[in-house]
Each structure stands twice: as structure tokens, then as C-alpha cells.
């Protein structure tokens, strides 16, 4: 729900004129790493044009709530928070497939207007000791279940139609935020609330902002947003203040972004720096922070030393978490450097969760050079048995299939008994429909139809949320 969230803010934002960048790393995706530091008071997007930072809280239910620890300093709702940064609340939901979607609509407000009216917010009962022992911390608002328009506005009541029904909100001290005559939707909007406004993202001004005076701040939030920032609006000029902030900065986490955008620069000492952090990172976490940086380089003048560096770290078993080397396999995949021909390595690595991050770090519109390199390695005599069940499996995903089936086809023709398993084991997982307007070989189609009746298209029971359910079920037998 926050990456999709994320991802909606950032649209909008985008859609705005802005220029979003994450500040919080991974705030839009949903990747999970166990050893990746979390619950870190820092907003979710940055925009490098304006400097406005924004807070992203993805809500089943919409409502002006925010975790709240009261007597901890570092973990108040607006810890990390400007008075002019924005908290954005997204309705997002959930379908019965498991599909998550976020609204159209992004509710914005100003943390300064959250915290002049912070003493009507209401706290709840605290959470669980996992949780920190935080409260959610409520404004109070009013949100229509169906969409409809507004009728009358005073200072009582705020008067809607909703499906040919009348539904009257007594404000008591909320502020009415939408017009009279004006139409809205259900569950997305908020009608009112007790903070004194919602706004929206401003424009950008002519003249774009500058990162480097918040350099020189005393908080360590305003830094790591420089640093952060000159990383993508910065240039070589920038090198030699941000390399001294990379080994001289009193907080590690700025430090380390500070080399990591001297990195994307085009700085190989910012890149030393990275690099040396994987091993000798002076928070843990940072450890996970500095393979994770290594990942974003894509497209950058250092984009391939990246690569090696991470296929070192992902060969390396020094190194302390295996989570580690996983992180580095999917770095070199389709969200991170997409050097796919250095993952046919990692398909059969030792460790299990290391094989499926490698498989999982293919992406399914394959490059035909790439389904070449697949289908060679179910042809390789040397390859192990678990390494072509990689490569059978990724080429049964591929959109590409008109690619992939005559590639395999031709490979059918082995006199490699072995070989020939392999290519109607993958074939079989193909689009019926596909194979059978690409493959004539009637002797061949015959061998693939056994394998077609127990895959996901043409078997229920095979499809992944079936099997899912069935598993869960055949657990209940006490």
C-alpha cells in the first residue's frame, strides 16, 4: 500500500511541473529486505526543482492520521518534518486478487497546519511493543461514502447530495474544504477537517531552487536532502564539498549520500567510498544502504564499475548477511542495472533465496540476446540441473514467446535426450494459442500436451492464487 501510495504522489506530483526524486529509499517500491533499516522519520519524495519535500500516508480507509509516539522525541508524528513540507494522504485499496490501486485523488496539507491544530487531533490506544508502543494521532474530517455535490455550506453544517439522498456533516469546528455547487468523490476526498486548509502542489518558480545553502545546516535532515538533491541537479563543481561531507560528516547516513552523489556525478572517489562501506560501514544498516546506492546508477558514467562491484559483493560468502548478496543479485537486475548476463552466475548459486532473486531479477520483455543466452544454457551439458530450471522457468515468462519457441524448437532437434526434455519441459509452459501457431510438428505438439494440462493457463489449480488458497486450506486439517 505505501509504494503504490508513493508511486501515486509521485505522479501528481510529476503531473504538477515538479521534479520528484525518493528521499526515503524505497519509499515506492515494495521490495521487502529484512536487514534494510526502517521506521526512520524521514519523507517519503523530494522535489529537486522546489525543495518541497512530501510525507506520503497510504489509508484503506481516508482519515488525517499519523503515528505518534508523545513522549519520544525522535519518533513524534512530525520528527523530520518542516513547518512548509507536505503530508499527503492517498485512499488505497485492495481487491479480491490481492491487486492493490491508489485514487486519483492526493490530499495534501501543510505539516504547519497539522500542528497549529494538533491539540483537537485525537491519540489512540498505543500499539503493539513491536510497533514501538506508538499511537495513530487523528485530526478529525469528514469523508463522504459515495460520491455526489455539494448543496449548502454554513457554519454548522456542510449539506450534500449523494445518490439522490440528502447527508448533512455537522462541522463543529472543521473547515468546510470543498465549494458550493462542487462535485466530489467517495472515500478519496476529504469534504472538511480541523486542520484550516488542504492545498495543493505549487508551481514551480522560475527560478529553480538550490540545494548547497542547507549544506552548511545544523540538521541533519536539511543535509541529507542536499546531498541528496545535488545528486541529480549538481555537477562536477560539486565534487570536492560533497566528498568532504562523504568523510567528514557527523551523521553517517548524510555521509554516505554525500559519496553516493559524487558517485552519480561521476566521481570514482564518492564510488571508492560506497563501495568501501559494504564491508566496513560504521552503522550496520548502512552496509544494506550502500549495495541498495549502487543499484541506482543505471544510465550514469559509472554505471558499469557498479556492476562489478556488486557481482564482487554478490560472489563474496565474507560477507556477514547472505541478504546482502541477495540485495546485490537484484541490484543487477530489472529494477536496479539490468546487466542480465551477469545473473546467469547466480542461477545456481548455493543459497536457495540467492537463485530465486536472481530468477526474479530477470524482467519478462527479454532481450533476444538474452533468450539466446537462456536457451543455451539448457543446451550447456555443464550446466547443473537446478541452473536450466532457472532458464526454463524465466523463458516461460517472457512476453517475447515468438522470440523463444523457435529457438527452442530448433533446439528440440538435439540428438541430446536430455536436452530435448528440457526444451518440451519449457515449451509446455508456453500460451497454448502460441505454441500451436508457431509449432507444425505435430509429434511435437503431442509431447507438449500432457504439460499443458497442468499449467497455470490451462489448469486452475496451477494458477498461483488457487494454489495459494489450497495450500492454506490443506494446512487446517488439527
Not at 73 to 88: F, K
Request: some cysteine.
Amino acid at each position: 500500500m505505501g509504494a503504490v501510495g508513493a508511486r501515486r504522489v509521485r505522479d501528481a506530483m510529476q503531473a504538477a511541473g515538479l521534479q520528484p526524486i525518493e528521499l526515503e529509499r524505497f519509499s515506492c517500491s515494495n521490495k521487502i529486505w529484512g536487514t534494510k533499516v526502517k521506521r526512520l522519520r524521514m519523507p517519503d519524495l523530494l522535489c529537486v526543482r522546489t525543495g518541497i519535500r512530501v510525507e506520503v500516508r497510504a489509508k484503506s480507509k481516508l482519515s488525517i492520521k499519523m503515528s505518534d509516539s508523545p513522549n519520544d522525541p525522535e519518533r513524534r508524528w512530525n520528527s523530520g518534518l518542516m513547518p512548509n513540507d507536505l503530508i499527503a494522504f492517498v485512499l488505497v485499496r485492495e481487491d479480491g486478487d490481492g491487486n492493490v490501486a491508489a485514487a486519483n485523488e492526493v490530499e495534501l496539507f501543510r505539516v504547519e497546519d497539522l500542528q497549529v491544530t494538533e491539540a483537537l487531533a485525537r491519540l489512540s490506544d498505543p500499539k503493539a511493543y513491536s510497533e514501538g508502543t506508538e499511537t495513530d494521532r487523528e485530526w478529525p474530517s469528514c469523508v463522504a461514502t459515495k460520491a455526489g455535490i455539494v448543496t449548502e455550506i454554513n457554519l454548522q453544517n456542510l449539506k450534500t447530495l449523494q445518490d439522490g439522498r440528502r447527508q448533512t456533516y455537522t462541522l463543529r469546528g472543521k473547515t468546510a474544504y470543498v465549494a458550493l455547487n462542487a462535485n466530489f468523490n467517495a472515500e478519496s476526498q476529504f469534504l472538511a477537517g480541523i486542520p484550516p486548509q488542504k492545498v495543493a502542489f505549487p508551481a514551480p518558480a522560475n527560478s529553480p531552487w538550490d540545494p548547497r545553502p542547507l549544506l552548511a545546516s545544523e540538521r541533519a535532515m536539511d543535509r541529507h536532502v542536499a546531498v541528496k538533491a545535488l545528486g541529480v541537479v549538481g555537477s562536477e563543481r560539486d565534487w570536492p564539498e560533497l566528498l568532504n561531507m562523504a568523510r567528514t560528516d557527523a551523521d553517517h547516513r548524510v555521509a554516505l549520500e554525500a559519496a553516493a552523489s559524487a558517485a552519480r556525478l561521476g566521481s570514482v572517489d564518492g564510488l571508492g567510498i560506497v563501495r568501501g562501506t559494504v564491508r566496513e560501514a560504521a552503522i550496520p544498516y548502512l552496509a544494506m544502504e550502500a549495495i541498495l546506492i549502487l543499484a541506482e546508477f543505471d544510465g550514469t558514467p559509472l554505471a558499469g564499475q557498479c556492476a562489478a562491484i556488486l557481482t564482487e559483493c554478490a560472489n563474496d560468502i565474507a560477507l556477514a548477511e547472505s541478504e546482502l548478496r541477495q540485495a546485490a543479485i537484484w541490484g543487477l537486475g530489472l529494477t536496479g542495472l539490468k546487466r542480465y548476463h551477469e545473473l546467469f552466475q547466480f542461477l545456481d548459486a548455493e543459497n536457495e533465496e540467492e537463485r530465486v532473486h536472481a530468477l526474479a531479477a530477470f524482467p519478462s520483455n527479454l532481450d533476444i540476446g538474452t533468450i539466446r543466452q537462456l536457451v543455451e544454457v539448457l543446451s550447456d551439458s555443464q550446466s547443473s540441473a537446478r541452473k536450466k530450471a532457472g532458464a526454463s522457468y524465466i523463458l516461460s515468462k517472457t512476453h517475447d514467446a515468438h522470440q523463444a519457441i523457435p529457438l527452442l524448437v530448433r533446439l528440440s532437434q538435439s540428438a541430446n535426450p536430455a536436452v530435448v526434455d528440457w526444451c518440451v519441459a519449457t515449451l509446455g509452459q508456453f500460451d497454448v494459442a502460441i505454441v500451436n501457431e508457431l509449432i507444425k510438428d505435430q509429434e511435437l505438439l503431442s509431447k507438449l500436451r500432457p504439460l499443458q494440462l497442468v499449467s497455470p493457463a490451462q489448469n486452475w489449480i496451477r494458477q498461483e492464487n488457487a494454489s495459494i488458497r489450497i495450500s492454506f486450506v490443506s494446512k487446517q486439517c488439527l
